[in-house]
């Protein structure tokens, strides 16, 4: 029994070599995906955040069009506020799209707002970058992306009506 028992004693040694890799790979994995969640509900509220601004300063005059170069200028100064000296690694792109004629007020455009996040995330656990990294994988970064479409907010003044059919009240 006792040369039974001799032979058994570096057992346990040899099996949490070949089964704790796998497991500390499992966990980090596991605590990745939890980081990586974090920041895609981020861009996601900066992406919502940043088309609402664009969509409030985007006409200054009620029948104007969306002037991109506000807009942009608009969602970059409040990156630098929201993400401090981070705000360089993230990229913002705003597009401005219209979706239609108002048919009461020929004059007025619908537009909408696109506005687009890519925030780096930086992976925090060895021997996840190879199958969660994006390209190039040796940078231990995966991009996410978040995308918001956002009406613009016009203002319809009395003015516009001039040239146009009046509306009747049902009258």
Request: overall charge positive; hydrophobic content about 40%.
């Amino acid at each position: 029994m006792t040369i039974f028992h001799r032979r058994c004693e570096g057992q346990i040694t040899v099996e949490l070599i070949l089964i704790l890799p796998v497991l500390m790979l499992m966990v980090f994995f596991v605590l990745e995906y939890g980081n990586i969640a974090y920041h895609t509900i981020l861009a996601n509220h900066a992406s919502y955040e940043f088309a609402r601004i664009g969509a409030l300063v985007a006409s200054t005059k009620p029948s104007d069009r969306a002037s991109k170069s506000r807009i942009t200028s608009s969602i970059n100064a409040a990156k630098q506020k929201v993400f401090g000296s981070e705000a360089q690694r993230i990229t913002v792109q705003a597009t401005v799209q219209t979706t239609g004629q108002d048919v009461m007020y020929r004059r007025h455009r619908h537009e909408d707002v696109i506005v687009t996040v890519t925030y780096p995330v930086r992976l925090a656990f060895p021997g996840t970058s190879w199958l969660l990294a994006s390209e190039p994988k040796r940078d231990g970064i995966r991009r996410v992306k978040a995308t918001t479409r956002m009406p613009v907010e016009k203002t319809y003044a009395s003015s516009d009506t001039k040239g146009s059919s009046r509306m009747s009240l049902g009258k």
